[in-house]
């Protein structure tokens, strides 16, 4: 039996607003928000160069219910290229994209295949090997229930059997659960390979047969930080190797900086402008975090008459016009820990919220979870939320009693 070879890729998020980022010039803004678009693109291009036998996009391929017309129209007109070409393309929509939104329709070509709302099968010959690929679109968002038991066992032993699902494994407490799953769940069903979606962290679920999820293609946020991108996958009934294909066209990145013997401001400046120089020849454009760490009484005493605000500012000048692109979008004083000069009160507050647990900490953000406008642009708390939450308020309190 011959192998087949597929592109998979999922969560486009094709004309995301990004969200939360201010200050920023128009043409950067205008390059950031032109990037999901961008990532894609590249993804057509290395199709159309090297002709595999057709691709997965398993759901979320618009970022929003209403599907804007400038991500249709692009869409469209990618899969028209597709079709020129003679590649299939099997899509889902997932869960921002579900079918009971509204939207003003573009038809797609021949080549597409839309996977409808109840699980159903795509079948595809490919140089005379049986391929079938089962999946389904969202009917409407919020999917909560299972539905891994519409999808049928495998049956022929000649064919090549592929399961695309946008969902989440049911064990994986760090998202909203849609369409829960698990891997268990998935092997039962004897396909070659599980073609996943839903989470934006690339991960392997299980090697043989494989369950993967890609990751989406280009990072939203300063919460999908590294090289996104989708795989290229070569399969049979009794092997399968990935390929990463890197997508981003802005990488979301977090550069350390040594802040070791800097006494005068220019030796700062030189040694963030030296680390960002390092992150633009190793990931190109990017939008980054600075830690500044190894902050002694020397370092710190450069921002006693200057604000980080006004050290970002002149940072971000010094960038400005240095292509590939590179916006600072924050900088962060990892200043040693000062726990034990606390005041017995202090400490108290301290080993107080050491002690909280999930329930607390919901319970403290409550009214922010539940204000109309801002509970549905938040993720739920994770482990690593409650972790990042504790030592931020330990670091302000810190802060804030040295300043008194």
Known sequence: MSAIRFF????????????????????????????????????IQKAIQEQPDFLLIVGDIYDGENRSLQAQRKFQEAMEKLFQHNIPVIISYGNHDHLKGTWTRFSLPSNVYELPAETSVVQLKIRGQQVCIYGFSYSERHLKESVIDTYPIAQDSHAIHIGMLHGS????????LYAPFTKQQLLERNYHYWALGHIHKRQLLHENPPIVYPGNIQSRHRKEQGIKGCYDVTLSQTACEL?????????????????????????????CEEA???????????????YLKNIDEQTEALFEHATVDAWLETI???EEGIEPMCWVQ?????????????????????????????TDWKDILKDLYQYAGGARLI???SEKDIKNLTHNAQSLLAEEIQRA
């Open 316 to 318: 971000r000048e010094a």
């Open 8 to 43: 998979h890729m999922a969560d486009l998020h094709l004309d995301s607003p990004f969200k939360g980022l201010f200050g920023l010039p128009e043409h950067i803004l205008k390059e950031i928000r032109s990037s999901t678009f961008d990532a894609f693109d590249k993804i």
């Open 169 to 176: 494994e049911a064990s994986d407490t760090s998202h909203a």
């Open 330 to 358: 924050k900088m962060v004083l990892q200043k040693p820990s000062s726990h034990g000069e606390y005041s017995a009160a202090t400490q108290s507050v301290v080993s107080l919220m050491e002690q909280w647990d999930s």
């Open 243 to 271: 390929d990463f294909i890197p997508t981003s066209a802005i990488v979301y990145n977090t550069i350390e900086v040594d802040c070791t013997n800097i006494v005068h401001a220019n030796e700062l400046l030189k040694r």
């Open 379 to 381: 993720e739920p708390l």
């Open 276 to 290: 960002i120089a390092v992150n633009r020849t190793s990931l190109g454009a990017a939008v980054v975090e600075l």
